[in-house]
């Protein structure tokens, strides 16, 4: 026979794997980014968009985008609806440095005693001018996440890749310039 104590034990030790599960199943949020069109063509313009996915509660922002400045010049930034969901906010769109391919602390913030919003959507809208071509990096750092406690939540940071790709006119030019060297090789041999 199995005395009170030791169902009161078996049954805490239930309780207690039970919420651990539970916690596990919630999943964390996720910041990332997306970018229109990718690939992008050389002389073009994309629009780079900053998303939050999962969120509980959020209240407030940071971060710092950087991105390849020998591919990518940045034009300017403007804040998307996500947040505004939940009232009057601020918004900054951080401090632009093409040469070191920085924009440094973006933030928005709602603003008064409101709860924070929960769910998915964007954050910001960036737009950036394709000046070369290859594989340009995009990332986020110095990330912060407020409750409207003002307590920490730690979004997961997903990186994201563009490609960007030559103008077609330079690759028709430099498609004739190589047909243009085979016929004078064959001219000459």
């Known amino acids: 026979m199995i005395s009170w104590t030791n169902l009161k034990h078996r049954l805490c030790i239930a309780l207690l794997l039970g919420a651990a599960s539970m916690q596990a199943a919630v999943a964390a949020p996720v910041l990332s980014m997306s970018a229109t069109p990718n690939p992008a063509t050389q002389g073009s313009t994309i629009g780079l968009d900053v998303a939050v996915a999962d969120i509980a509660d959020l209240y407030g922002y940071q971060f710092t985008l950087s991105f390849d400045a020998a591919l990518f010049q940045a034009t300017g930034g403007a804040e998307s609806g996500f947040l505004q969901g939940g009232g009057a906010t601020v918004f900054d769109a951080g401090m632009l440095d093409n040469t070191a391919g920085t924009i440094s602390f973006a933030y928005a913030s709602l603003l008064g005693a409101v709860p924070g919003v929960s769910g998915s959507g964007k954050l910001a809208h ?64």
């Open 126 to 189: 960036f737009s950036f001018d394709v000046i070369g071509s290859g594989a340009g990096l995009f990332s986020l750092s110095d990330v912060l996440f407020l409750d409207s406690g003002f307590g920490d939540l730690a979004p997961q940071v997903q990186d994201l890749t563009v490609q960007a790709v030559p103008e077609p006119s330079a690759l028709w030019l430099f498609g004739i310039a190589l047909a243009g060297v085979g016929v004078l090789r064959r001219r000459v041999g």
